[in-house]
């Protein structure tokens, strides 16, 4: 079945714990994304990646860092979260070539720092 | 820079209304506009595209029309059911050199009751 995986899916820790959240596509895709979501704000890009070993900012990519070494990986890594990250955060793929931009969504990371 | 503005929500509706979700974008060029679907403790799924001016998406009774003029793609459906409760993200894609950027809008929540 062709998903997008996260884990963990849930994930509670103090202030200044350093953490992953590991995301992982088996479609193949060249482009993957870091999202939050967080009430009244929508989805905002953290971070993007068009291919393995070339990444971006997206629109919050404070705090956070992302590494692509395997075209099917893309993990998140708080170096030392802080609780205004606690949030609801999405995985997404696309591949390169369509004539839109249709993305394949995880089924979500829900962050506490406390 | 580019950006999404929805209706304010939250929206209830009783099973077999009209819904209306509108949605307005700013962005240079010509953007692709999406709708994505949220049901609850899900990913986000593609409801509907378009993908230039006067173009109507549409899937599972849902429907929206690309109108450059009024910068919009507000979202409709003729009847609304229990199972259409969920998140509606409005949504634009620059193409280009953000090919691998979705720009969201806040959300709507709707509740359909029986």
């Known amino acids: 079945e062709a998903q997008v995986t996260q884990n963990p899916r849930y994930l509670i820790t103090v202030t200044g714990k350093k953490l992953t959240v590991t995301c992982s596509q088996n479609m193949n895709h060249e482009y993957m994304s870091w999202y939050r979501q967080d009430p009244g704000l929508g989805l905002r890009q953290i971070y993007y990646?068009?291919?393995?070993?070339?990444?971006d900012k997206g629109d919050v990519p404070e705090g956070y860092k992302v590494s692509r070494k395997e075209k099917r990986n893309f993990p998140l890594i708080l170096e030392s979260p802080s609780p205004n990250q606690t949030s609801l955060y999405f995985c997404a793929s696309t591949p390169r070539g369509l004539d839109y931009n249709e993305q394949f969504f995880g089924p979500g990371t829900r962050l506490t720092v406390l | 820079g580019n950006s999404v503005t929805q209706m304010e929500g939250p929206v209830t509706l009783s099973e077999e209304a009209f819904l209306t979700i509108n949605c307005t974008y700013t962005a240079t060029g010509y953007p692709s506009l999406f709708w994505y679907v949220q049901y609850p403790g899900e990913g986000l799924q593609l409801l509907l595209k378009?993908?230039?001016?006067?173009d109507k998406g549409s899937n599972k009774g849902f429907e929206a029309t690309y109108r450059k003029e009024t910068t919009s793609f507000h979202l409709e459906k003729g009847s609304v059911q229990v199972s259409d409760s969920a998140v509606y993200f409005c949504a634009l894609s620059a193409g280009g050199t953000s090919y691998g950027k979705l720009t969201f809008g806040q959300g709507t929540i709707l509740t359909v009751h029986p």
């Open positions: 378009a993908t230039k001016a006067d």
């Open positions: 990646s068009m291919n393995v070993e070339v990444t």
